[in-house]
């Protein structure tokens, strides 16, 4: 009964939801206080019980939980690879909320089949695999971890259905390419010692000869190299692999190139900085994440391949009850990681309708001007550091004789901004991402004076990482 007489009141808790958002949108220029995590427990409305409660008692709970989560659209907000917020894409995922379908087959979604199609078409092509597929995943991870299952199968006979038994496969990753490729070796059999790390220059970019020796080291010792993943746009420097080099490598030996562009891969969009992607129509397959420079709400990540076909083959199941009707081709469930599917394509498919590809070109082009401007801030402050000249739109560095963690600590404690750090070269640094086009010069001019501010109060302290 009480679940029937619910449904009625949905337009209402729709109104709540509108006011609550608003209120959250007004409150951004300010990070909520930091929660003590210990002690959540004394918090008796937010508790889970054997009984339900009553609807305004829900709405107070969760009113207090989003007013006390940090919102990634504040402009004090640095601290991932994601933030800002694209609103006609916020709106269109309210709706896919509320349409609430799940992207397996044309029967079930319809319409949202033929945009999530029109979505990944466009993106194959910008990325020069003009006869290719994709597919959504639920994030960078999962799409790094589809590639690597597919160049695996490709790479041995029989695999997926034998297993991976005693091959002795070999992947390489730049030792600054993301840890989901180490990861992913783990889950799919290839085991995590089996990833090679392949030296970096000193903007963070693979070196393509200490490639080649390894490759050549691991044929040496009867290994199998099969996977090559060359990263566009690093996770800490922001940093391009030499992509054209790297699928001369791939080519030579015939190994599999997959390109993890989830940070860079929207600066295909840019006619300015779409060189950075210079050859990665020679890769096999791409990683690109919109949720990251495109802005729209996570998680909307795809993995595109340049040979149609390989995903059905890899991925695909039957299942009776579930493809009954319609062409495979309309049916993306026989191609995909998931079998039910969140719709992540309506937000994206929006946002670009609502841009087009001149819109996102520009949106790309202002992140960059800002990572311009901070990489000017911190050149002309004796008191920082600058530690690679950044490719995209990650600006590293340090407050000389301060310890980067400190500051992102006090910073993040007392509620002025949310920052990073990483260890990069040996060094622990601070990471600027400029990701939220949405921002203004004096905003990362104020992340300066906070962080300066914040210093002068601090001990000396080191960066050296052992
Ligand atoms: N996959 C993204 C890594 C998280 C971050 O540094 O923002």
Sequence with gaps: MRFRSLSGVLPDLLEEGLSLSKEIVAGEGVLPPRP?????????????????????????????????????????????????????????????????????????????????????????????????????????????????????????????????????????????????????????????????????????????????????????????????????????????????????????????????????????????????????????????????????????SVILLRKKGLLSKNLNESASYLFQADEDEFNPGTRSLQCGRRNDALKLWAAWLYHGDAGYGARIDRLFELASHAVSRINEDSDLLLTATPESVNVCFEVRGRSSAAICERLDSEARLKISHGVVFGRRIIRLVCINPDLEMSDIDRVFDEIKDVAKELPEGGNAVE
């Design 36 to 300: 003590d995590a210990g002690r959540f427990k004394e918090f008796s409305s937010l508790r889970l019980r054997d009984g339900g409660r009553d609807l305004e008692q829900v709405l107070k709970a969760l009113r207090q939980v989003v007013l006390s989560t940090p919102s990634s659209a504040s402009p004090r907000f640095f601290n991932q690879l994601f933030g800002g917020r694209e609103p006609v894409a916020t709106l269109a995922e309210i709706l896919t909320t509320l349409t609430n379908t799940s992207m397996y087959t044309f029967k079930v979604a319809g319409p949202q089949i033929l945009l999530e199609r029109e979505v990944l078409e466009r993106m194959t092509n910008k990325a020069g695999f003009s006869e290719g597929e994709g597919i959504f995943v639920p994030g960078g991870s999962m799409a790094n971890m589809v590639a690597m299952v597919i160049a695996r199968n490709e790479a041995v006979v029989g695999i997926r259905e034998l297993g991976v038994g005693a091959s002795s496969l070999v992947a390489y990753t730049s030792d600054h390419g993301h840890y989901s490729i180490r990861k992913n070796a783990g889950l799919v059999g290839i085991g995590r010692s089996n990833v090679k790390e392949v030296a970096t220059d000193d903007c963070g970019r693979m070196d393509v000869a200490d490639l080649r020796r390894l490759i050549d080291e691991d044929r040496a010792a009867g290994r199998l190299p099969f996977f090559i993943n060359a990263t566009a746009g690093t996770t800490v420097l922001g940093a391009f692999d030499p992509i054209p080099e790297i699928s001369r490598v791939a080519a030579d030996e015939g190994l599999w190139l997959h390109v993890d562009g989830a940070l860079g891969g929207s600066v295909l969009l840019s006619d300015q900085y779409r060189e950075l992607l210079a050859g990665c129509e020679r890769a096999d397959s791409m990683t690109w994440n919109a949720h990251k420079m495109m802005g729209v709400p996570l998680s909307c």
